[in-house]
Structure formats: C-alpha cells, structure tokens
C-alpha cells in the first residue's frame, strides 16, 4: 500500500498558528519536505522547528532565488520523483507550506505532479491574507464586500482595472515588484488608503506607511491592504 | 486596567482546525462570547465545546435569522456595552468567530463599536475559503491568478462583472440566494466549472455538483469556487 501525501498548512510564521490538526500530522510523518533556498536555512521548516520530534528523513526542495519557470519545473519534477519513491515504498509525506497549501502555494506544484498516482490530503492552515489583516488591526472584509487579492507581478492596467472593482483589495508576493507597486498606488491616489505589512506573525514583523517603507527592499511575504469603502458603521 | 477582547478565529468547523493561540486564549480568558441563533445552540461554541475548561462566563449574541440591519444594530450594540462592562471590570473577553475574525466575520460589529475604548487582540483562523478549496481537492489560487471572493447577496449584473475578471472565484454566503446563484452561473455558460461545497471540514460536510444540489436549501455556509483558468501544468 502506497503512503499518503500531505499538504500541510502551517500558518503565516508564529509557531503558535499551527493547528492542532497539522501539528498531529506533522509529528505523525516519517518523511516531512518544505521549500528552501538554493543555501541556508527553510522559513518553512524554522517555523514548526520547535514541534519536531527529532527522528524524521527530512527533504528540503532548493530552488534558486530567481528560478525562471523552466528551472522550477525540473526542480518540482526532481522533487516529486523522490518524494514519490517515499510513497510508492507506503510512507507518508508531509510537505510543509507556509500559510494554506491551496493558497499561492507551492504545494500545488508537487499536488499538479503526484495526486493522481498517490492519495493526498491538503490541511488548510491560517493564510497570510488573514494574519496580515489582523496584524494591521483592519478588517479584511465584511458585509457585502468584494475582496480581491491581487498578485504584484500583474502589469499595472491590469492591477488598476481589478483595484477600481472592489471595495477591498489585498496585492501579495510584491518583492522585486514593490518600487512598481508603490508609484501604481501614488498614481491612482490610492496612496491614503493602502496599509503595509510584512512577514505578518513572524518576529520581524513589520507595519509601515507607505511613505516609511524602502520599496527597493520589500520582501516576498508581505501585502497591501486597499479599502476603497470608508469603515461607515456596521 | 482594563481587560482585553480578543477576537478568536476558532476555524471552519473540525475542532482539530482551531490554532494553539487560539486554543490558549480560549482556555485563559474568564469570558467567551459568541454568535447563536435566537433560540438553541451556537455552531461556534460546539466547534471548541470539546476544549472548554467549564468555569468560564459564557454570553450568547443571539440573532435572529432574518434579522435586517437595524434590528442587527441594535443588537451588537447591545453586546457591546455588555462586554465592555466586562472590559471595564478588567476581564478578558474570547469572542468566538467561525473561520477567521477578519474575513467577512460577525466579529467585525464589535470591534467597530469597541476597538477605540480597549485593547484588542485579533487571532487569526483557518478560514472557510481555504477550508473550502482543501475539501474539493482544487487549488484556490496559484502562480498570478487573481482571486475575487463575491458574497453572493450582490445582484446578477455586479457578480457577472467580477466573474469575468477573475481566474478563480468563490461565491460565498450563498444561503436563500442559492437559487439565483446556480441560474446566473448556468446562463454564464459557468457550470461545468463550479464546484460546491457546504460546511467544509464539519461533519456534515457536502460536495455536489451544480446538478446535484438543491439551491433551495443552500446553506450559508457553503461556497461555489469557480476557475476559469484550464489547471494546465504549473
């Protein structure tokens, strides 16, 4: 009997928004894998580091900063070859995803490859999305609202054209894109409404204007919360 | 001093969901209060009942379930003043919210009536939207997918126009809405990519087809996620 595969979400960064359900599975697992870059040290596996029992074969996916789409694809073929050998040989795998496996994660990559061989199951976890908002003490949305979340490499007509449809609107992964992001927002006078932060949970968090912030260093796991509505009663 | 209200995002339904902060707070706070029906029990409590210690001031914000906005006003404001005499006295208040505070969440009435006098403190949750996608098995988002979450009360033309811009939706709160739901999605030409779900993660939990479902009995906690891109390889 071949072993399952499981995405599991393990919460924006605070070690302490695990759930109890992926804590189990994550202690449960004899094989656990989680992204890392091309040297040093997995944010992912940092995360549940303190949960760890100690005696699991650990498989870090290395994937160069900057990988174009074709290097990222051998690296995910790579990886779901050696983790499929775990499976076939009837272990479980545990992949380790920062926020929500289903959420822009790479989980998908490695779900696109092995789910329609091996059994998977997906434990959905706390997304940034979520944790950002309540970082910044805003709610995301409420009522009738229309949330979009934006991703910031999207060409500015077309962040324009989705900001202008909704009351709430959160733009996520900016990273090299932040200089772009932040002139977009000052052009469209949305300046005002936009609020900041990053890496939401984890102990360098971070909660800035967007006149305090360095658009030049702007980290991959941060967001942009734009409210068009005006926070009238509810 | 005062007391803090923590807004406790307890996730979508299986209590295994619920974060270690969560699950901490809730124990160490001398008052819960959360939503429930005008008469009988409250879905939020059952969720974390097999984690209460069972000395703690419980307070119902029971509502009715056609309430309209004022009646609804009225009744947070209510609750406002009487967990801020809680507040006031120097009692930690736990509000129990389904999913994630933030996200679309009754907590959001209290907070906007109690945020300015005391400290509050929003713990995020699994929320329903990525519980949703881990239960059909479908990524929700990934790569630069835009993802629009439309609250189905909005009318035909409105969520029409949101469809048309998004690689991945997710109607949610359908409830007496159903029915318009499920004919604008067909005359959209939407139906053989919507996929359904209702009360992801509880033990009640459902997945049907478009043709399956009985849009009359759509419950509010269900979600339609419809993707217009084809999950070609990523």
């Known amino acids: 009997m071949s072993g399952r595969l499981y995405g599991l979400g393990i919460g924006p960064g ?21 992204p890392a870059p091309e040297s040093g040290d997995s944010l992912a596996r940092s995360i549940v580091a303190p949960h760890l029992p100690g005696n699991q074969t650990e498989y870090a996916i290395r994937m160069p900063f900057s990988a174009e789409r074709f290097p990222a694809r051998a690296i995910y073929d790579e990886a779901a070859k050696d983790l499929g050998a775990h499976l076939e040989a009837g ?21 696109d490859r092995l789910a329609a ?68 927002l000052t052009k469209l006078g949305l300046a005002g409404r936009a609020r900041y932060v990053e890496r939401a949970t984890m102990q360098n968090q971070r909660i800035l204007t ?8 702007m980290p991959y796991f941060a967001m942009i919360l734009v409210h068009r509505t005006d926070g009238a009663p509810r």
Do not use: M, W
């Open 14 to 34: 605070d070690p302490e928004l695990i759930t109890l359900k992926a804590l189990r599975l994550l202690r449960a697992c004899p094989v656990l894998a989680f």
């Open 91 to 111: 272990r479980d795998v545990a992949v380790l995803c920062e926020g929500d496996p289903f959420f822009y994660g790479s989980f998908i990559h490695l779900f």
């Open 117 to 184: 061989r091996f059994p998977v199951e997906v434990v959905p976890g706390v997304s940034s999305l979520t944790a950002g908002a309540a970082a910044l003490g805003q709610p995301l949305a409420s009522r009738n609202d229309v949330l979009t979340v934006i991703p910031a490499p999207l060409d500015d007509d077309a962040i324009a054209a989705r900001l202008a449809q909704s009351e709430a609107a959160a733009i996520i992964k900016p990273g090299r894109h932040g200089p772009r992001i932040v002139a977009l």
């Open 210 to 217: 967007l006149e305090q912030i360095d658009p030049q260093t």
